[in-house]
Structures are given as structure tokens and as C-alpha cells.
């Protein structure tokens, strides 16, 4: 079945003392293209990344994102001594000149602004690059099943455009002939009333006829539509990649229909090239969001 190339996933993974978060999102895009936005202690797995990545997705506009977990374990408290001393110094200086009675606590250095200050854990990056390897793991994961998912309803959508363009494909075949014979018939009359009455040599006029079926003749056209469309729908059940396959297919049926169009002498012939021509729009448009 084919596969979208829109989705989204997202998990989290520890190993060792190290957490991490993982979305990974894609968008229609001609090739695959992988962005990775990493935090700087993380930014040596930027290769690892999109290589996973390439494992796993053909085509696609991939997003991918790490963070370390906001965790109880990710910030330390940082005791600054030297500022903690000059601190303690300076309130014993003040309480002995001003004659204050009590002595300079712990609480007092503490609170002082600049003492304790959070700052982040050194990174234990193997730990880190192996629960970024699961969590990434399990987040392709969900965004292929999404990417699943979307393509079933594409599948579902392009199945039933087929069908109508196979519909109007079968439509012209018989309307073909119809058109040959009212050629026939308009340019008789018009040499008739032309002529006032004089017969046209039968001849000469089924040589007409007949150079006039050879320039309309679609029946190679109507043969390359069919086959064009037994492709595609063949594509729409295979498990592999397929939507480079499919938009060239499609832009085959565009190029087919234009050419019945422009052979086309009837208005009801006319009529159902522009519908089909409106259908290979609307896939076009559809496959190109196919993996």
C-alpha cells in the first residue's frame, strides 16, 4: 500500500542518566530531505540522525528534533566559595560596626544573590546517544504508521479518480466512430447546398472521410490512457516507494488526453476531455504527496 509522505511522531527514551525527547514530522518533498535541530551538547549525532533517518523514509521534507528531558537529574547547584566568603565577610564587617547582636548564618550566604546557581549537567553523551537512537526509533515508528494511514486514503481517492478516467476513456472510444460519420454527413450536405444540388462523386468523398478518420483517430491515444491508468493502480498496492513512478504516469494520461483533445472535432468529445483533464489534474495534485 502506498504511503503519504505527511506525518508525525514523537517519543521519549533514557539510558544511563540521560533523557531524551524526539518529534520527528515530514511534508511532501522531491527527495529526502532531513533537517536536524539539536541542542549544542548533542550536535556530534547530527550525522547518526539523518542517516537513521534515510534507513527508513524514502522521500520526504523531514524534521527531526532532540531536546534532553527537563528532568530532575539535568541541572546541578553550582556553590560559588570565593563570592560565599567575601558574602560572609561583608555581613560580619556591617553586624560589628553597627553594633548588631547575632552572627552571620549559612542561610543569609545562601540567599545571597550569585551563591547557588543551576546549571546544567555535563552530558554523558553515549548515554545520551543511545536513548536517542530508541527514542528516534520509536518516533519514525509513529510517523510511518500516520504516513500508512494517509496513504490509504490516498489510495482510497486515487482508486475512484481512475475509475472515471477508465469511465471517460470508454466514453470516447464509442464516440469516436459517431464523430467520423457526422463528418461524413456535414460534408455532404455542405457540397450540396455548395453545388445546388450536384451529387459528389462517392469516391472522392469516402477519400475524405477516410483522411479525415486517419487525422482523428485516437485509438492509439484512448490504448496508452488505459494502459497509463492498469499502471497505476498497480502502483497503489505495491510496498515499496512509488510516488516518482506514479507522477510520471500521470503526467503521461495529461499528455494523452491533450492530444485526444486537439484530434477532437465533437463537443461531447470536447466535453469528456475536459473532465478527464480535471480528474489527471486532481491526481496530480494527490500523488504528489506519495512516498
Given at each position: 500500500?502506498?504511503?503519504?509522505?505527511?506525518?508525525?511522531?514523537?517519543?521519549?527514551?533514557?539510558?544511563?542518566?540521560?533523557?531524551?525527547?524526539?518529534?520527528?514530522?515530514?511534508?511532501?518533498?522531491?527527495?529526502?530531505?532531513?533537517?536536524?535541530?539539536?541542542?549544542?551538547?548533542?550536535?556530534?549525532?547530527?550525522?547518526?540522525?539523518?542517516?537513521?533517518?534515510?534507513?527508513?523514509?524514502?522521500?520526504?521534507?523531514?524534521?527531526?528534533?532532540?531536546?534532553?528531558?527537563?528532568?530532575?537529574?539535568?541541572?546541578?547547584?553550582?556553590?560559588?566559595?570565593?563570592?560565599?566568603?567575601?558574602?560572609?565577610?561583608?555581613?560580619?564587617?556591617?553586624?560589628?560596626?553597627l553594633g548588631l547582636a547575632g552572627s552571620v548564618e549559612l542561610a543569609h550566604v545562601l540567599a545571597?544573590?550569585?551563591?547557588?546557581?543551576?546549571?546544567?549537567?555535563?552530558?554523558?553523551?553515549?548515554?545520551?546517544?543511545?536513548?536517542?537512537?530508541?527514542?528516534?526509533?520509536?518516533?519514525?515508528?509513529?510517523?510511518?504508521?500516520?504516513?500508512?494511514?494517509?496513504?490509504?486514503?490516498?489510495?482510497?481517492?486515487?482508486?475512484?479518480?481512475?475509475?472515471?478516467?477508465?469511465?471517460?476513456?470508454?466514453?470516447?472510444?464509442?464516440?469516436?466512430?459517431?464523430?467520423?460519420?457526422?463528418?461524413?454527413?456535414?460534408?455532404?450536405?455542405?457540397?450540396?447546398?455548395?453545388?445546388?444540388?450536384?451529387?459528389?462523386?462517392?469516391?472522392?468523398?469516402?477519400?475524405?472521410?477516410?483522411?479525415?478518420?486517419?487525422?482523428?483517430?485516437?485509438?492509439?491515444?484512448?490504448?496508452?490512457?488505459?494502459?497509463?491508468?492498469?499502471?497505476?493502480?498497480?502502483?497503489?498496492?505495491?510496498?515499496?516507494?512509488?510516488?516518482?513512478?506514479?507522477?510520471?504516469?500521470?503526467?503521461?494520461m495529461h499528455r494523452e488526453t491533450n492530444t485526444i483533445g486537439s484530434k477532437s472535432q465533437s463537443?461531447?468529445?470536447?466535453?469528456?476531455?475536459?473532465?478527464?483533464?480535471?480528474?489527471?489534474?486532481?491526481?496530480?495534485?494527490?500523488?504528489?504527496?506519495?512516498?
Open positions: 500500500m502506498i504511503r503519504s509522505m505527511t506525518g508525525f511522531g514523537a517519543a521519549r527514551a533514557a539510558q544511563g542518566g540521560e533523557e531524551i525527547d524526539v518529534e520527528a514530522r515530514s511534508v511532501n518533498h522531491k527527495f529526502c530531505d532531513v533537517k536536524v535541530r539539536l541542542p549544542r551538547e548533542l550536535a556530534a549525532l547530527e550525522i547518526e540522525i539523518v542517516r537513521a533517518v534515510k534507513e527508513r523514509l524514502a522521500r520526504g521534507g523531514v524534521e527531526v528534533t532532540c531536546r534532553r528531558a527537563a528532568s530532575r537529574g539535568t541541572l546541578v547547584p553550582r556553590i560559588d566559595m570565593a563570592l560565599a566568603e567575601e558574602y560572609a565577610r561583608s555581613f560580619g564587617e556591617i553586624s560589628a560596626r545571597a544573590e550569585g551563591v547557588v546557581t543551576l546549571t546544567e549537567r555535563a552530558i554523558d553523551l553515549e548515554a545520551a546517544r543511545a536513548a536517542a537512537a530508541v527514542a528516534l526509533d520509536h518516533a519514525l515508528t509513529a510517523l510511518t504508521a500516520m504516513r500508512e494511514r494517509e496513504g490509504q486514503a490516498l489510495a482510497r481517492d486515487l482508486e475512484g479518480r481512475l475509475g472515471q478516467v477508465e469511465g471517460l476513456v470508454a466514453k470516447v472510444e464509442k464516440l469516436a466512430p459517431q464523430s467520423i460519420e457526422q463528418y461524413r454527413v456535414r460534408l455532404q450536405d455542405r457540397i450540396q447546398d455548395v453545388a445546388r444540388g450536384f451529387n459528389p462523386d462517392p469516391a472522392r468523398l469516402a477519400q475524405e472521410v477516410a483522411l479525415f478518420a486517419d487525422r482523428m483517430d485516437v485509438t492509439e491515444e484512448l490504448t496508452r490512457l488505459r494502459s497509463h491508468v492498469a499502471q497505476t493502480r498497480a502502483l497503489l498496492a505495491v510496498n515499496e516507494p512509488a510516488g516518482r513512478k506514479m507522477e510520471f504516469l500521470v503526467q503521461e463537443a461531447e468529445i470536447a466535453n469528456a476531455v475536459v473532465t478527464m483533464k480535471a480528474e489527471i489534474e486532481r491526481m496530480r495534485e494527490q500523488v504528489q504527496n506519495v512516498e
